[in-house]
Each structure stands twice: as structure tokens, then as C-alpha cells.
């Protein structure tokens, strides 16, 4: 699978010459030359159409690749193309934006995508194209700044596509320090949470009945049980530590209210892994034959958090960063950036407002390549914030 790509222009359009309905001979590869392509570096992108990915033989994997690996597509629906429309329904379905639609002066648009916004040009008129070429480039800018849902699909249907074959497997830091406040940072951490080391508090995703997942279920839940556990020298859990700290102190109470924090000892992890102690929020609810889902203010899970590390009970712990999940990332429910963007401004405005927090260091795992860019590309704007080098 191609891995994500922020700096490429998947350009969708009609090959070669074609003929409109007044029996005009249109030249598409003229356009894409010396129009569509300006457009999109003006934008500070690389254009790549479907005939310039490889042999032919490949070239139908190439393109379902590209048009979901790359950040934004420019789809020129001229003609009213077959091919074309096939195309932009499998974008509108793997990507809920950037895809920007434009079309030829006369083309009639079909009434499933009426309402959508299109630019046009007239390639026999300079002044038309050079206003195309600057719509073009303002449209990207605006759209990967903004992530806003530009498809049909994603307006109505509630989806979180990914390709499950991208997963990080070192351990890479991104730091990005406050201007404000340069001893302050955000960080996104890539990789296995098993094998990230040297930060104090680890949260815990857990549901409002603060019911830890089984040792072998895929979670970060799972994953701190086990690791926290004592074992035997064939690795059987002889005793479960955090699992049991958590359930002394619910003490029968069968939930809590979302977005709260509960502190319990870190187990084994505090010697394997230098963890002082696990933090676990209420950060998903179930409900009765639909599963479970985020909890409506997923940025309570942030602030509380850091509150806690905060409070007079931690501050002879000598806590000084702390490591969070993408909180609603595992469910695949709602919009993931929107949920992610509020988590990251939710630490922003911690740190911003409480300079003298013990904690300096607000750790993002992101075990994915489309985690990470997602994650980039939400930091990005922040002018707050600003990127090291990475380590």
C-alpha cells in the first residue's frame, strides 16, 4: 500500500483530445500541461496524473492507491467522463476532503453533485485561466488547512476509512515547543506503545465502567495490563496489578462519570519501562447493541488528566511528561481529526494557561503513517507551536 503522501496533487481528468457536444476538439493533456499543473505547484504541491504512475499492467492498483494515499486531488470533470466520475465516487469515498472539482466553461453539472463548489476556467481565455490557477491554489491552501468534509459521502455517512498496513514501528519524536513558554512541548511519539520509554504517566482509554480490556484484545487498555502485570519466567501473569489497583478503588461502583481520571500504580512497567504512574479516563461509553463510542467531550479527557498530574496528591512524584492515545481513534466513530484537533488544543491551552505545570512534555502516540500525518498536518497551523528536529 502507498504510504500517505502530503506532498503530492492526484489529478483525476479526461487523456488526450476529446470532442464536446458543439464538436470542439479539446486538447486535456495541453490543459493539464500548462494549467492544471501551475495551479497545484503554485500550492507548493507535485501534480501526478494516472499515466505517469507506471506500466500499464498496474496502473488501475496505482491509481486507487494514489487517490487514497494523497492529501489533496484536483478532478477535472469536464465531459461529464466515465471514468472520471468513477474515480471522484472512489475518492469521495475513501477521503472525506481535500478534492477540489473544477470544470470547462459549458459543462453542465449532474444533479447528484449540483451543490458542490466547482471552479471554472475557459482554457481559450488567459484572463480565465490565470483566475482558475489562483482559485486552484487558494482552494488547496484552504482546504488542508481546514480539513473541512467536502464529500458527499462523509457528510452523510459515518465513516473512518484507513488501510491497517501503515503501522510505525520505531520510535520517532516529534517535539513541538510553545513559543511562549519554551520549556513546555507537545511531542507526537510514533510506534508500538510497548515500546516507547522514559515518560512518567501513561493514560489509559477506558470505558465509563473502567472495565480494563483482556490481555490479548488490540488496545492500548490490553496493552498496559499485560505489561504492568507481574509474571513468571515463562511470562504467565502471576498477578495483575494494575487491573486489581483500578478495581480496589472502584470498590463495586460500577461506572463513573465520562471524562473522569483514576490513578493507580504502574506495576512492572515503572522498572521495564521507567513508568511512575498509569492515569485511566473514562473516555468511551457503551451502549446497548451499538457498541462503543467516544464520549461527547473527548478534550475533558486531556484537561483532567494533566489537572491530576497537577494536584497536591502528585507533586512530590516528580511527574514531567505524560503520554496520551488518540483518544476515539480505536472506535472509528465521528470525525477523527475533529476529535484530534480538540484533544491537541486541550493540552495547548493547559500548558498556555498554566505555565508553572509540573508536567513540560504532553506525548501523542501515533502508531500509524496516516496517524502521523494527521497529526502533522493538525499541528501545522498552530502558531504557537513550533517544530524541532525530530529524534
Given at each position: 500500500?502507498?504510504?500517505?503522501?502530503?506532498?503530492?496533487?492526484?489529478?483525476?481528468?479526461?487523456?488526450?483530445?476529446?470532442?464536446?457536444?458543439?464538436?470542439?476538439?479539446?486538447?486535456?493533456?495541453?490543459?493539464?500541461?500548462?494549467?492544471?499543473?501551475?495551479?497545484?505547484?503554485?500550492?507548493?504541491?507535485?501534480?501526478?496524473?494516472?499515466?505517469?504512475?507506471?506500466?500499464?499492467?498496474?496502473?488501475?492498483?496505482?491509481?486507487?492507491?494514489?487517490?487514497?494515499?494523497?492529501?489533496?486531488?484536483?478532478?477535472?470533470?469536464?465531459?461529464?467522463?466515465?471514468?472520471?466520475?468513477?474515480?471522484?465516487?472512489?475518492?469521495?469515498?475513501?477521503?472525506?476532503?481535500?478534492?477540489?472539482?473544477?470544470?470547462?466553461?459549458?459543462?453542465?453539472?449532474?444533479?447528484?453533485?449540483?451543490?458542490?463548489?466547482?471552479?471554472?476556467?475557459?482554457?481559450?481565455?488567459?484572463?480565465?485561466?490565470?483566475?482558475?490557477?489562483?482559485?486552484?491554489?487558494?482552494?488547496?491552501?484552504?482546504?488542508?488547512?481546514?480539513?473541512?468534509?467536502?464529500?458527499?459521502?462523509?457528510?452523510?455517512?459515518?465513516?473512518?476509512?484507513?488501510?491497517?498496513?501503515?503501522?510505525?514501528?520505531?520510535?520517532?519524536?516529534?517535539?513541538?515547543?510553545l513559543r511562549q513558554h519554551p520549556d513546555k512541548s507537545i511531542c507526537l511519539i510514533?510506534?508500538?506503545?510497548?515500546?516507547?520509554?522514559?515518560?512518567d504517566i501513561w493514560v489509559n482509554s477506558e470505558n465509563i465502567n473502567m472495565q480494563?480490556?483482556?490481555?490479548?484484545?488490540?488496545?492500548?487498555?490490553?496493552?498496559?495490563?499485560?505489561?504492568?502485570?507481574?509474571?513468571?519466567?515463562?511470562?504467565?501473569?502471576?498477578?495483575?496489578?494494575?487491573?486489581?489497583?483500578?478495581?480496589?478503588?472502584?470498590?463495586?461502583?460500577?461506572?463513573?462519570?465520562?471524562?473522569?481520571?483514576?490513578?493507580?500504580?504502574?506495576?512492572?512497567?515503572?522498572?521495564?519501562?521507567?513508568?511512575?504512574?498509569?492515569?485511566?479516563?473514562?473516555?468511551?461509553?457503551?451502549?446497548?447493541?451499538?457498541?462503543?463510542?467516544?464520549?461527547?467531550?473527548?478534550?475533558?479527557?486531556?484537561?483532567?488528566?494533566?489537572?491530576?498530574?497537577?494536584?497536591?496528591?502528585?507533586?512530590?512524584?516528580?511527574?514531567?511528561?505524560?503520554?496520551?492515545?488518540?483518544?476515539?481513534?480505536?472506535?472509528?466513530?465521528?470525525?477523527?481529526?475533529?476529535?484530534?484537533?480538540?484533544?491537541?488544543?486541550?493540552?495547548?491551552?493547559?500548558?498556555?494557561?498554566?505555565?508553572?505545570?509540573?508536567?513540560?512534555?504532553?506525548?501523542?502516540?501515533?502508531?500509524?503513517?496516516?496517524?502521523?500525518?494527521?497529526?502533522?498536518?493538525?499541528?501545522?497551523?498552530?502558531?504557537?507551536?513550533?517544530?524541532?528536529?525530530?529524534?
Amino acid at each position: 500500500m502507498t504510504e500517505r503522501n502530503s506532498k503530492l496533487c492526484f489529478v483525476i481528468m479526461p487523456f488526450g483530445e476529446k470532442t464536446d457536444i458543439a464538436g470542439k476538439t479539446i486538447k486535456f493533456d495541453d490543459i493539464y500541461e500548462h494549467f492544471i499543473k501551475d495551479s497545484i505547484k503554485e500550492a507548493g504541491l507535485s501534480p501526478v496524473r494516472c499515466d505517469e504512475l507506471g506500466e500499464a499492467g498496474v496502473i488501475h492498483r496505482k491509481m486507487i492507491e494514489h487517490i487514497w494515499a494523497t492529501d489533496v486531488a484536483v478532478v477535472d470533470i469536464s465531459l461529464l467522463n466515465p471514468n472520471v466520475f468513477y474515480e471522484l465516487g472512489v475518492r469521495h469515498t475513501l477521503r472525506k476532503c481535500v478534492t477540489i472539482l473544477i470544470r470547462r466553461k459549458g459543462t453542465n453539472l449532474p444533479f447528484n453533485i449540483a451543490n458542490l463548489s466547482v471552479i471554472e476556467y475557459d482554457e481559450a481565455d488567459l484572463a480565465s485561466v490565470a483566475q482558475a490557477k489562483r482559485r486552484i491554489a487558494e482552494a488547496i491552501g484552504k482546504g488542508l488547512q481546514s480539513r473541512g468534509n467536502d464529500s458527499l459521502v462523509h457528510e452523510i455517512l459515518d465513516l473512518h476509512i484507513s488501510s491497517g498496513k501503515n503501522e510505525l514501528k520505531r520510535c520517532v519524536v516529534y517535539e513541538y515547543k510553545l513559543r511562549q513558554h519554551p520549556d513546555k512541548s507537545i511531542c507526537l511519539i510514533t510506534g508500538n506503545i510497548q515500546d516507547v520509554k522514559g515518560i512518567d504517566i501513561w493514560v489509559n482509554s477506558e470505558n465509563i465502567n473502567m472495565q480494563m480490556a483482556r490481555f490479548y484484545d488490540t488496545s492500548i487498555s490490553s496493552m498496559i495490563r499485560y505489561l504492568g502485570a507481574k509474571k513468571s519466567k515463562t511470562n504467565k501473569v502471576t498477578e495483575d496489578t494494575i487491573f486489581n489497583a483500578l478495581a480496589e478503588i472502584m470498590e463495586g461502583e460500577t461506572s463513573v462519570e465520562a471524562g473522569t481520571v483514576i490513578a493507580t500504580t504502574s506495576g512492572e512497567l515503572e522498572k521495564t519501562h521507567g513508568v511512575k504512574q498509569v492515569f485511566h479516563v473514562a473516555a468511551v461509553i457503551g451502549e446497548i447493541g451499538a457498541g462503543y463510542r467516544p464520549i461527547d467531550r473527548l478534550s475533558s479527557c486531556v484537561t483532567n488528566a494533566l489537572k491530576l498530574a497537577d494536584s497536591d496528591a502528585f507533586k512530590d512524584k516528580g511527574c514531567q511528561s505524560i503520554l496520551f492515545p488518540l483518544f476515539g481513534a480505536a472506535t472509528g466513530k465521528g470525525d477523527l481529526y475533529q476529535k484530534t484537533q480538540s484533544l491537541f488544543e486541550a493540552a495547548l491551552a493547559y500548558l498556555t494557561d498554566n505555565p508553572s505545570s509540573t508536567i513540560n512534555k504532553v506525548y501523542f502516540v501515533t502508531w500509524s503513517a496516516e496517524n502521523l500525518e494527521m497529526c502533522q498536518s493538525l499541528l501545522r497551523p498552530f502558531n504557537e507551536l513550533e517544530l524541532l528536529d525530530s529524534k
